[in-house]
């Protein structure tokens, strides 16, 4: 039994050891076919692993393919091995350099360097710059590391790598240099990675925004500049991303907070497998640029704006070659199409024929005002419409001081022209109608006024029965406000006439003190009744005055009535005449009155229109229109008037006129210090009407229309009308200067006499014609101006008395 | 001189009441309101004074004037204008048109009968 279990354990150990067995020899086989590299052993100390294969094979193919070149040495520097990058930077085979010393593919001066390394090798990792000896005597700037491998067999094995510096310096060099460039850019270059890091930062950015390289290397630029775009940052990266390039302006900030706008472009640089990998960006410091441009562009739309909606249209004209540049306003303002082309000469054509002269001498004109010029012209428009245009224009000279071009603006002043004409049409319509307004309005109220007055009368005569005596009184009290009334109704009709120009004055020589009396006679009964003093004071030696007798005494009664309203019983008025000093010229008249006199405060606003001073005691005042008149009648003769007044003491109204004199008016006639003619004639006319007693209307009728026929009979530069006088009874006497020979004064008294002769003007009247020859001042005299002219208005004055008092002799 | 025929010309009728009761005391008065009654009733009445007013219906006080001038029998009556327009224009061309006198309305009542007795009766040998 032992034996039989003994020999079965015996056959089961067997068969066990022969599958180990077999199970080895597997494994050996496994082994030395290279199935298995690596065994892993279960040891008393852990695990290990041994590499079964041999060490060479897939990192020798790593070491053959890397691009450094790598060599095995010994501790004296003879090559092991040597892989074929290394070989390639020799330029010699591989089998060639294994076996030699590494020194003699090192350049002489490397080989001191060379034992150091190697020696040092054995310690620690070396690392420094060699040049390369090739085969071909060549030198190639390496990089050598030495490290010392696992010691085999008991020797010291270096492993010596070569980096190829050429490639790498040149790459560098070349980056340094392009770097340098960079920084030699003003603008600022950046290059950041697609996180928006910066990786290059040139000296251009540096300057632009005030951080230095260090500072910005490395940030977020978007953070650091506080980039804006003017789109979202999202639409920019997309497009940057999609094109590989972008182009705008945008908004950054400098280190000190001042904000800029960039010009800015950015690529994109993508690897090989298209991926993007960094962002170039070039930007260009335009804020002031675009500070101007926007500047421009605003003040370019600001003025097209302006004349677009001024409808000013622009031009230019190239006078060189006759060319016209035109803006779209100025197509519009001559009705052409947009985009048309116009010629000078197309342009001249269509202005009006009688204005084309004026544009030469427009530009003459120019010329000589500093190159600035205007014009205005009409011009045909396609459509037939005339339109009236508005230019103002520049010239611009050449070298040789010749005009060569202008620039100028036009505008279509038709509206404006024809609102002028409108406006001028309706300020004479409007004057024409306030006048016809006026003269309706005071000649309606007239006639109530006129029954008002007829009727009052007839009571007061009795004509309707006896008054008692407050009946008397009252229509009394009713017919002196009817006076007032006409007498308001008078002096309006009389303003109107003054703001009309309408008033007429008839200047002429006359007697003031006759005048004087005049007014002094229809007023005294009043002041009689006021009991008022009235007199009068006229120097003895006055001159004739020039003026409209009637005017002279409307004024005085004016100024007579006012006294008389301000004036208490037992006072004075008095009327001074007197030749004015210094200034001969005119004759100075004074009205004044013992009253209640003006306040100060009245005294400069009393000759205005409407102004009234209250009068202490209550009295009509009337429209307060007569200091207006007296104003306008005293100044429209070359006159003055004014007010001295002393409260409680009295006041005075004075007043010029102008003297009459010959040689005022004959003073025009003499031309460049010359008379109009070699001979000069005093020409009389006598005019008398044929009716017996006619009435003073009648009188003043014929006067009147003698006056004007003799005047259209005269020459304004040859004949001057001097005077009118009366003469014997009813006899009127005209005097006229009149420069002429012989021929030329006697068809001056022809033209006369045929006035009389018309019907119906002058037919009630004879006329009588005489003429006196003057001597004449010979124009050689060394005779000043004003003296030849008081030389012969003296001979005038002369002649015109002696005619005065020769009168009977003459009569016809 | 209750024998002088005035003539008035004049539409307003209360003036006209006034110059009845103003001038009959001396005069026979005979009144025609507008231009064509004025020539007619002149021609029937030979008045020796016509007072006339310009400011007529219709036709204007000129041309009245015009008509007595034209005819005969009338132009030699002495006419005095009497009216409420502007004599710095009217006076002259009133006697132009061969009046013989201008009264500006509202009249001094003296002035006018004076000027009435100046003309009335006064024959005009032109």
Redesign the interface.
Known sequence: MAKAQRSRSAVRELRHRSARLAEAEDTLKAIRSGHVDTIVVDGPSGSRIFALQSPDDPYRILIERMNEGAATLTSDGTILFCNRRLAEMVGEAAERIVGSCFKSILDEKEWQGFTVSTRQALKNDVRNSAQLLRKDGTTLPVQLSFSRLANQRGRQVICVIATDLGEQKRAELKLREQAALLDLAPDAIVVRDMQSRILFWNRGAETIYGWSGEEALGKDSAELLKTEFFESAEAVRAQLLRQGHWEDDAIQCKRDGTRLVVASRSVLQRDAEGAPVRILTINNDVTDQRQAEARHASLTERLALATEVAKVGVWEWDMTNNALTWDSTMLEIYGLPMNSTVTYDQWAGRVHPDDLQQIEASLRKAIENNGEGNLEFRILRKDGSLRNISAVYRVFFDGRRKVRRAIGVSMDVTERKDAERALEQSRIDELHFKDELL?HV??????????????S??LQ?G??GALNEKQLKYQQLVMKN?EQL?AMINDL?EVT?LENG?L?IKPDSISVSEVVTDAINMVLGSAQAKGVALSSDISPSMPAAYTDPIRLRQILLILIDNALRFTPSGGEIKIRARLSEPDAKFVLLEVSDTGCGIPPKDVNRIFERLYQVKPARSSRMGLGLGLFICEGLVVRQGGQIWVESKVNEGTTFSFTLPVFSVSTLIAPLLVNDKWPAKTVSLVEVQVWPREARP?H??RE?WS??ARIGIQKCLTSHLDMFLLQARGQGEKQRFFVAAFADEGGVSTLTERIREQFRLP??L??TDCSIFQTTLKQVPPESSVSAKDAVANMAAQMEMAIKSQTLSETTNHE | MNDRKILIVED?L??NL??E??LK?HHTVFFAVDVQSAVSEAIRVQPDLIILDL?LPGEDGYVALERFQENPSLSTVPVIVV????P?TH??RA??A?A???I????N?AALLS?ID??IGSVDC?
């Open positions: 003269s005071s000649h309606e109220l007239r006639t109530p006024l006129a029954a008002m007055k007829q009727f009368t007839i005569d004509l309707a009817i006409q009709l006439r309408k007429v009435s209307q009648a009728y009147d229309e119906p003007l037919k009630g | 307003d209360d003036l006034g110059y009761v103003f005391v400011g009216s409420g327009r502007d710095a006076k002259n006697l132009k061969g013989k006198a201008f500006q309305k509202p009249w009542s000027t100046q003309y032109t």
